[in-house]
């Protein structure tokens, strides 16, 4: 596994500032993913034996995380360990929330419902607008029209990647591509309606073959942009306390 052979310092350190923040918990699941991260450079057949246990690793390339694969809409994601890591606390199985679920999908439009323009925000410097039209551009990325730049950062790599994408919590002023930010908000109601449409167009949206690749993590699988996108926008509508 060169993935996990390799020396991943960077990442171990960008980890080992986040669990260093008080406000930062991570879940039983996420803290024995990020083991694989120490697990010493001699214990490789090991750590690979955990990794796949975890599903974090099935063959060399491959960076898919438990179940990531072709899933129907509208279908809630259970991944199980696989029995190869006993010494993991706890079986690995959980329920994700995706914007590929009708019923996430009307979760989240109905807390949009409930945010008004002149909402305050509880960090950041984004009004509900700017962060509502954040939203549209960031699902417009997603369906690729509109382009962005790569952005070369270590969240783009394994293990991490996988961990930024599924587990770790969202840093609050967490940096974003400038494509997204900076575009003036249409007005309320027609923002807020384009932002509904699109992410009510993402059930049909998660069915298309090609995907472009995320500015920060690079080449997706469906699965986890249909995760990730959840949790984005999960992020930002409890950023004004929805």
Not at 20 to 48: I, M, N
Request: glycine content about 8%; hydrophobic content about 35%; some cysteine.
């Amino acid at each position: 596994m060169p993935a996990l052979q390799s020396d991943h310092s960077a990442e171990r350190d960008h980890l080992s500032r986040l669990r260093s923040q008080p406000e930062v918990r991570l879940t039983a699941e996420a803290e024995s993913a990020a083991q694989l991260l120490s697990a010493p450079r001699g214990g490789d057949d090991q750590a690979s034996s955990r990794g796949r246990g975890l599903g974090v690793f099935d063959s060399d390339r491959d960076t898919r995380w438990p179940g990531e694969g072709d899933i129907a809409p509208d279908r809630e994601c259970r991944c199980a360990e696989s029995g190869g890591a006993a010494d993991v606390q706890g079986a690995l199985t959980f329920l994700q929330k995706t914007l590929s679920n009708a019923r996430a999908r009307r979760e989240l439009l109905d807390r949009l419902e409930h945010l008004t323009p002149d909402a305050t925000p509880r960090w950041g410097k984004m009004t509900a607008p700017q962060m509502v039209a954040h939203l549209t551009d960031w699902m417009m990325m997603a369906s690729g029209d509109l382009k962005t730049a790569a952005q070369n950062r270590v969240l783009r790599y394994p293990p991490l990647k996988q961990l930024a994408i599924y587990w770790l919590p969202f840093p609050k002023g967490v940096p974003t591509a400038p494509e997204l930010l900076g575009r003036v908000p249409l007005e309320w109601g027609a923002e807020r309606a384009s932002l509904r449409q699109r992410v009510e167009a993402f059930e049909s949206l998660y069915l298309k073959p090609e995907w472009p690749d995320h500015p920060a993590f690079g080449k997706m699988t469906p699965k986890a942009w249909g995760v990730f996108a959840y949790r984005h926008m999960d992020h930002h509508l409890r950023q004004f306390g929805i």
